[in-house]
């Protein structure tokens, strides 16, 4: 890895962690850096979920207070463990060819999410106080194929899972969110696990993202926050769009 090479990794894990906090798809900031270092296209998606891994964490932890009193829905972590399983393993028995064919139709699926998360969150906001704790099968479905989803390419995760909790249940936005970031750190966990045994992250460009991501969730997630979340958002959902027809074209 040149100079060079690292300090783009280092910069891209600072804006994804940063990105990740105020609206989601840091992977569409990560992905096309790796790429663009000379990963191979599976490589460069797990390492970029493996180095993502504690901006998850820290989503999980500021959200404690509002995941206090869900208790009954605990019973959807063994669902998201499974399917961020078979996520994963579905990325490594598909051949390199198949994911590199997917991930421009994968990456316009995450800028759709991101672009439609102001209207999801409204959706979710006038739900509230409608519903039950009560996990149904629809609820083990929803959040089976948005783990699988996730792990197979994890941008996006975050607007999906909070539309399929939106969907099943009738709740506070703000207890949605808790419950959101702490399926999503479960799912990007059980996933981390099997790609680490997989042996195809890059060391190096991985330990960067370790910490860059860290420092760009909790110091540049302040900074961020400070930004308007909207223009954020449709910029980074530009950026993809652009990353998808640059795919389609080398495709």
């Not at 790796?34 to 820290?58: K, M, R």
């Not at 060819?97 to 995450?110: H, K, N, R, Y």
């Not at 909207?230 to 990353?243: D, F, I, N, P, Y």
Request: charged letters at 10%; a positive charge.
């Amino acid at each position: 890895m040149t100079i060079t090479e690292a300090l783009l990794v280092t910069v891209a894990g600072l804006l994804a962690g940063a990105v990740n906090t105020v609206a989601g798809g840091g992977t569409l900031i990560t992905y096309p850096v790796l790429l663009l270092c000379g990963l191979p296209p599976v490589s460069a998606n797990i390492t970029s979920a493996i180095g993502l891994a504690p901006g998850y964490a820290g989503g999980a932890y500021a959200y404690r207070r509002e995941l206090s009193g869900q208790r009954d829905r605990r019973p959807l972590g063994p669902t998201a463990i499974i399917g961020g399983i078979a996520g994963a393993a579905l990325l490594l028995v598909t051949p390199p060819g198949s994911f590199q064919v997917a991930v421009p139709f994968l990456v316009l699926a995450s800028c759709l999410l991101l672009l439609a998360q102001p209207v999801l969150a409204s959706a979710v906001a006038r739900r509230t106080g409608r519903g039950s704790d009560r996990v149904t099968p629809l609820a083990h479905a929803g959040v089976f194929v948005a783990s699988v989803y996730g792990a197979y390419f994890s941008a996006g995760l975050g607007v999906l899972l909070l539309a399929v909790l939106g969907i099943v249940f009738g709740d506070g936005l703000q207890r949605l969110n808790g419950l959101k970031s702490a399926l999503s750190l479960v799912i990007v966990l059980a996933a981390v696990v099997v790609y680490a045994a997989s042996g195809q992250a890059s060391l190096g460009h991985t330990l960067l993202l370790l910490v860059a991501s860290c420092l760009g969730g909790t110091a540049g997630g302040a900074f961020a926050r400070k930004l308007d979340a909207e223009v954020l958002r449709r910029t980074v959902a530009v950026l993809g769009t652009v990353l998808a027809v640059v795919l389609f074209l080398k495709g």
